[in-house]
């Protein structure tokens, strides 16, 4: 190893570690001590990656205040080094960490806030893609229409919730007191992804929610209506079908439609 | 076939000091760095700006709202590319993904330039997000202008790079900073991006002349000036970007403009960001004290 590279991984050290073996190489200036002048380094990584995580999670901040969202921000920076030269993707492990790291995992709701935050993000600078309109549907004839394969949009995306983190967040965007965090007796199911160029998401009815899964798996439009038909009033299951798939297509979370092999 | 015989010469020696020879980029006037808080004014108002900067990092995404304002901004005015991640100076092997990434944006934006520091992010596969600053010693000069080479010849382009602010400097130096840059510059042929505030802020911090620095550096070499401001705390100068450029600072462009000429020069501000007409009134006094400095040189 040259000594270039040992007296980065010094300095590097100082900085993560709080180690000061890399002072031995620094000068003091002719106003300061060295100590205070490398304080300058430490101070600005942990401040810079909590700030990061402070502007993707606008809202969790909010809901934890300045004072406990700074110390959370502070254990997921030492936690989780960043590793990815574009700060953009720092955050991207803190409903990871939030989930599993203590004090935090208690509070699932926490978790939760910070997945959605992070799929919203995620949508608002996901791929582009075409937005399929419904005029395109008229092209189809109502015998293909058992055949047609229906492809999301890729900024789309579906996010499993076990708390009510979603009435929290909506209280939150909209200035208001969020209610209480709760588990809920069944997972809410939300759908997200960008409507032009804005981030959007919206809870699912549990047959819907299987629908677009199986949708987006790539299943007929002919099995989806048959799976539906599972799921409630078998009769009505085909216009049941047709009602989601005119919501995801009025509402710019579907990129193309086509009519199988 | 002798195989061997036609594999390319990756010796140390045969890629030693091959400065990549490039035209000097045009003079651009006067700009702004392009912060997401101004889009919508610019895109609706079309300000006097003669050219914008943008951060790299802040485009290389799949998508969205910030690329499609980029193209919108690229079809109106000129664009240089600057980044904060290259880490050019770090002992760690490149991170080809992130070059990959760069290089695809360029040919997207079609910058006039690609910038970014001399200094170091993180090394064992961690980022410090920050502007890291190297000895400036025979071994780090060659470790960086190989790098450089590479970089450029990787991206196809000649690279700009900015000097950084310091706080520390490392006892076994055996050069000035500005030595550095020179021959950095001379070595591996990329140019120079000069940081007025940053030559200002390490001044200050180590103690020496900020015209030593100035008068160090190759005027030739120069494509583009960064005005930008600074946090005071005493007896030391932390380079925030968050306040308006202080008078110490326009001076100091004043000596560059007499050493460099003309030279593209925008307004840097990275926090505490103020509304646009704010910032165009600094745009617009880099651009009087140059008509002042260099009278009828500004022009083509």
């Not at chain 1, 965007?173 to 998401?201: G, H, S, Y």
């Not at chain 1, 078998?234 to 919501?247: K, T």
Request: negative net charge; hydrophobic residues 40%; proline residues 7%.
């Amino acid at each position: 190893m040259s000594d270039f590279a040992r007296q980065q991984g010094e300095f590097q050290r100082g900085i993560l570690t709080g180690d000061d073996t890399i002072l031995t190489e620094i000068l003091d200036s002719p106003k300061e001590k060295r100590e205070t002048l490398f304080g300058v380094y430490r101070y600005a990584y942990g401040s810079r990656l909590v700030e990061a995580v402070r502007n993707d999670h606008e809202l969790l901040h909010l809901y934890l205040g300045d004072e406990m969202f700074d110390e959370m921000g502070h254990a997921y920076v030492k936690a989780r080094p960043s590793e990815h030269p574009n700060l953009r993707w720092f955050s991207q492990g803190l409903p990871e960490f939030l989930k599993s790291a203590e004090p935090y995992s208690n509070y699932p709701a926490l978790s939760d806030l910070a997945a959605l935050e992070k799929a919203l993000n995620d949508a608002f600078d996901a791929a582009e893609g075409p937005v399929l309109a419904l005029e395109a549907m008229a092209g189809f004839a109502p015998a293909v229409w058992n055949d047609l394969i229906f492809q999301p949009h890729p900024s789309a995306r579906r996010l499993g919730l076990k708390t009510n983190a979603s009435a929290i967040w909506m209280a939150l965007k909209n200035e208001e007191t969020p209610p209480d965090a709760e588990v809920l007796e069944e997972p809410a199911r939300l759908l997200i992804w960008r409507q032009d160029v804005t981030p959007m998401f919206r809870e699912l009815p549990t047959e819907e929610a299987m629908m677009w899964d199986e949708a987006a798996n790539g299943i007929p439009f002919g099995v989806l209506c048959e799976m539906l038909a599972t799921y409630d009033d078998p009769d009505a299951a085909a216009a049941r079908g047709a009602g989601y798939l005119h919501g995801w297509i009025t509402s710019g979370s579907l990129t193309g439609v086509s009519a199988g092999d | 076939m002798n195989v061997a015989s036609r594999l390319p010469d990756s010796s140390a020696a045969a890629l030693a000091d091959r400065p990549m020879q490039s035209a000097k980029p045009p003079f651009l006037g006067f700009g702004l760095g392009l912060r997401a808080q101004h889009y919508d004014e610019i895109l609706s108002g079309n300000p006097p700006i003669d050219w914008f900067e943008v951060i790299s990092e802040n485009y290389m995404l799949p998508g969205g709202q910030p690329l499609r304002t980029l193209d919108r901004i690229c079809e109106r005015y000129p664009v240089v590319m600057h980044g904060v991640s290259l880490s050019i100076a770090s002992t760690a092997p490149p991170n080809f993904e992130y070059l990959q990434g760069l290089k695809d944006l360029a040919r997207r934006v079609e910058p006039k330039w690609v910038s970014d520091h001399l200094c170091w992010t993180g090394v064992h596969g961690k980022n410090l997000h920050d502007l890291l600053p190297i000895p400036y010693t025979e071994e780090a000069l060659d470790h960086v202008v190989s790098r450089v080479q590479l970089v450029q010849d990787f991206l196809g382009r000649a690279i700009v790079l900015e000097n950084v602010s310091t706080y520390v400097q490392f006892n076994n130096s055996e050069m000035t900073e500005w030595e550095f840059l020179a021959e950095l510059s001379r070595r591996s042929g990329c140019w120079l991006l000069f940081d007025i505030n940053n030559v200002y802020v390490s001044a200050f911090n180590h103690g020496y002349d900020p015209l030593a620095f100035l008068n160090g550096i190759p005027a030739d070499r120069v494509v583009q000036f960064h005005m930008a401001g600074h946090s005071h705390m005493g007896t030391h100068i932390i380079d925030t970007h968050d306040h308006p450029v202080c008078e110490d600072v326009w001076d100091l462009y004043v000596a560059a403009l007499k050493r460099f000429g003309r030279v593209s020069t925008m307004i840097e501000r990275d926090d505490n960001i103020p509304p646009l007409d704010e910032l165009l009134l600094e745009v617009n006094r880099t651009r009087e004290i140059a008509e002042k400095v260099l009278p009828g040189k500004l022009a083509e």
